[in-house]
């Protein structure tokens, strides 16, 4: 387990997917990160790499050739490399090699980094293409918070609020599927009160404009909130649990998405998907502040 900590937060991570697995408010105690029970989720905030989401029939094709990549790729089960700490911040690296290859036939470093800053966590994603050509990839957060973050509250004593920025469109998924023909445009988002049932159709999918864009989780009832900032990242996903009502929520910033349901298979043709010439770098920004 590694460790970083200033006078508002203690923070700790795993190796294997270079996971969040606790966030602390010293001050009181609090637990904002859900804490991986098996009988609803067991994971805390997985990194989606190198995609997001599924793909249909488990499977892309590539030069001709078909690779099957399990939902959200691998790096969530992978152990990263420690590649530098300090008391308020730390770097894990995880490079290509021949497991990967099987399934991702590219050279490549990502590189997480986590630093603290008041009562405020910021993740930082660098992506470095390392192959001969370009290639192409999925990138994003998956953090689970508690909900509720206090005893005596019950989960739909909580709501959401994308208080900053533009949703543009509500993409429904089908079968992991995303349905672009059935997407809302405009969806109502200032206020989504919690109900375990918001998620009988799978996660929330949403599209956002690339202006700074601001998600709250908050209850009228207790003074701690959680609010989630990104910019420059066209997506975010709203999850937890259906029909098991389980106590979290994730808000889940994305460089890119699951496959559409009309999709060619052609991960150069892929909704959404990033890519990188040779010898190119790219990073990806969110950070969450605690109160």
């Not at 969040?20 to 994971?43: M, R």
């Not at 992506?127 to 998956?142: A, E, K, M, Q, R």
């Not at 949703?167 to 023909?181: A, G, K, M, Q, T």
């Amino acid at each position: 387990m590694y460790t970083i900590q200033n006078e508002f937060l203690k923070v700790n991570f795993q190796a294997k997917g270079a996971e969040l697995t606790s966030i602390v408010n010293l001050k009181d105690q609090t637990e904002y990160l859900w804490q991986a029970d098996p009988n609803h989720w067991g994971k805390h905030a997985p990194i989606l790499f190198p995609i997001v989401g599924g793909l249909k029939n488990g499977q892309y094709q590539l030069k001709g050739q078909t690779y099957e990549l399990s939902r959200h790729g691998f790096a969530r089960d992978l152990p990263f490399d420690l590649f530098e700490q300090t008391a308020t911040s730390i770097t894990f690296v995880l490079k290509s090699d021949e497991n990967t290859f099987e399934r991702y036939p590219f050279e490549f470093a990502l590189y997480v980094k986590y630093t603290l800053h008041e009562n405020q966590l910021v993740v930082n994603y660098r992506v470095y293409n390392l192959s001969d050509d370009t290639i192409y990839y999925g990138i994003g957060g998956h953090p689970a918070f508690n909900v509720p973050l206090v005893p005596d509250l019950e989960f739909t004593d909580y709501q959401l609020s994308f208080t900053q920025g533009k949703v543009e469109r509500l993409i429904p998924l089908e079968d992991n599927l995303l349905n672009l023909e059935k997407a809302v445009e405009n969806p109502e988002v200032s206020q989504i009160p919690l109900t375990h049932e918001l998620f009988k159709g799978d996660a929330l999918v949403y599209t956002t404009t690339t202006d700074p864009i601001e998600i709250v989780l908050s209850s009228t009832k207790d003074s701690h909130k959680i609010t989630v900032n990104y910019q420059d990242l066209p997506f975010v996903g709203i999850w937890s649990t259906y029909p098991v009502a389980s106590p979290f929520v994730c808000i889940e910033p994305w460089a890119s998405v699951a496959d559409i349901t009309t999709t060619s298979g052609d991960l150069t043709e892929k909704y959404g998907i990033e890519s990188l010439s040779i010898g190119d770098q790219k990073e990806y920004q969110y950070m969450i502040r605690f109160e």
